[in-house]
């Protein structure tokens, strides 16, 4: 059905054109719907009642609804100069953030300080007074090991520590182990890394912490006093976080590189590929899965097995283009409009993964649109 599809990709373009190679985009302007009171819950009650269809519903009822008028009554245009000046303050808005953020005595807020400052040095001392203020939070240390691996420097941060902190509170996640692999083989420890890798292979959850870091960015902006409202900072959230996703081209050249030249490796990368493929939640961690998959696959001669998966990963990429083809700018505003509906997504995401939450809210809206079709003003 064309609404559905067109449901679907509204909600997704944010993150999808992020994992296809895409940033913030100029042409796209930022939505302009004021942020709305949230209902009552005794409101969700009846409206869940009213509404026997929606059975467990993603998106809160009462506030789908709420959503849905104040968007018809929100669609106002930026002018030409007013989409210039946003552009320009968008551009340096993540500096201004981790500048005001980096004396705030909260934990998060160093911690989200550092994730946005420019600077080498600031980033890491961010990142020591957010540690000792918070030295069991495992996004934190996820982040600190990542960033510490990027500044290229052992003796920049104290990289060792915070590895075996994370580990030690976060041993359960493959990507946690994926990344001191990455770690441990640029530092030239190869035996190191395989085993870091064999855990990675065999870990019983992938957790790459893409939503509690838009979350975080959307709480930060508000902080810092953006002057936005929370439509805007949830799709600034969404475009700060997929710039600062980790780099998986580490990954993957470890792999290639390792896979060729033994089987060990091949089938360690294999394994990890395929856990990725089965346990990750987001379209990221998935395709990446696939592509170690492939090429582990092609080192072991299993070049029929490599085409199976290739299939798979064409397969994702076409109905991502396809699903640009068809992109609402209105959904994805409709799902940006408050944060309960907002935090009812990424809350799904987390449970269930991309697709089903996706799937899931895409039935939602539709059968309430089936039964209040005058709710329906743009031609969703």
Known sequence: MKTRRRIFVGITIALVLALVGYSFRPDIEPSQIGEVKLANPENDVVASASFPELSSPVLPVADLRS??????D????????????????????????????????SAEHLHLAALLEDDSAARIELLDRAISQSPNDAFLLWNAVQICAEEGDATACDSADWERRLLTIDGQNSESWLHIAANRYKAGETGAALDAMRHAATSAETRTYWTETIEMIERGLAAAGSGYAFPERARMAFDFAAMKLPNYGDFTTMCKEQSSRSADWAYTCLGYGELAENQGKTGMSVSIGRSLQKLALESLGEFEK?????????????????????????????V?????????????????????????????????LEQQPELACQPI
Request: some cysteine; glycine content about 2%.
């Open 67 to 72: 959503a849905l008028t104040e968007l018809c």
């Open 74 to 105: 929100g669609n106002d245009k930026l002018s030409p100069e007013e989409r210039q000046s946003r552009i320009d303050e968008y551009i340096e808005l993540p500096q201004k953030v981790a500048e005001r953020l980096s004396v705030s005595s």
């Open 306 to 334: 490599a085409a199976e998966v290739e299939q798979r990963q064409q397969a994702h990429h076409q109905e991502i283009l396809d699903s640009v083809k068809d992109y609402n700018p209105e959904i994805e505003r409709l």
């Open 336 to 368: 940006f409009s408050i944060p309960s509906l907002f935090s009812a997504y990424l809350a799904a995401v987390r449970s269930e993964g991309e697709v089903a939450a996706l799937s899931r809210i895409t039935k939602d809206i539709e059968r309430l």
